[in-house]
């Protein structure tokens, strides 16, 4: 939402719509983190239907382990699942936590704040490099010593079509770019490893050689454009 939208409703159903100035979804779920009301929220797209006796069962999951993060299962219109899921619940990695999605997160607001955790605004929908944030957010979890669990509990139903589902064109430059800000001066064999596995969704042996050989970085965010500054003007 922006300033002056005509969309932007005045009130729904006792909910507070929260304008958040410049693009780009890292924005608006950081935004969410700053205004959220309650200790658990979960995020989610427009075109998504939660499915609410699964997400409190999420909610259970944080509450009973002290996970900050539950990412959850979505399905399709039709009830498929939109991926390969686990069976049981278990502990993220950085390697297991690439194909997380945002529709699929119930983070613990408390242990996010306390930790000083954003989305990488430099990445996701409308950013320069356009997908990758839940994962680069989930690795700053990790990093920061918070657990992150898989569970086999459905919070939401998703359309078949994601942007994390699009693998042509610049999208091989946006997960190249992703892996080097995860794994760093060993992003390289890790690049490779994962060119080698998605070589039929990438479609030609040219594109798996420019996954694996990319090693370009994000510029650094100016600081005159992130949310967090426009949030809080002037120094801090």
Not at 77 to 86: I, L, S, V
Not at 98 to 112: G, I, S, W
Not at 181 to 186: H, I
Not at 200 to 220: F, I, Q
């Amino acid at each position: 939402m922006r300033p002056g939208d005509p969309d932007v409703p005045a009130d729904v159903a006792g909910e507070r719509p929260v304008v958040v100035p410049g693009r780009g979804v890292a924005r608006s779920r950081n935004a969410a983190i700053d205004h959220a009301g309650r200790r658990y929220l979960l995020f989610c797209d427009d075109d998504v239907t939660v499915d609410l006796p699964g997400v409190l069962a999420a909610v259970d999951h944080l509450r009973e382990t002290g996970a900050a993060l539950a990412l959850g299962r979505a399905t399709n219109p039709a009830g498929r699942f939109r991926k390969r899921y686990a069976r049981r619940a278990r502990r993220l990695t950085l390697f297991s936590s690439a194909k997380a999605a945002t529709y699929e997160m119930l983070v613990d607001v408390d242990q996010v704040r306390a930790a000083g955790l954003r989305f990488d605004e430099r990445f996701g929908a409308g950013a320069q490099h356009h997908l990758g944030d839940e994962y680069l957010f989930v690795a700053a979890m990790l990093r920061a010593g918070l657990r992150a669990d898989a569970v086999p509990i459905t919070v939401a139903v998703h359309p078949a079509e994601s942007s994390g589902s699009r693998w042509g064109g610049s999208d091989v430059r946006a997960r190249a770019v992703v892996l080097n800000e995860v794994f760093g001066r060993w992003a390289a064999p890790v690049r490779l490893a994962f060119a080698v596995r998605a070589a039929r969704r990438l479609g030609s042996l040219r594109a798996v050689a420019a996954l694996a050989g990319d090693g370009t970085r994000a510029e650094p965010l100016s600081r005159a454009t992130s949310s967090d500054a426009l949030s809080h003007p002037g120094p801090r």
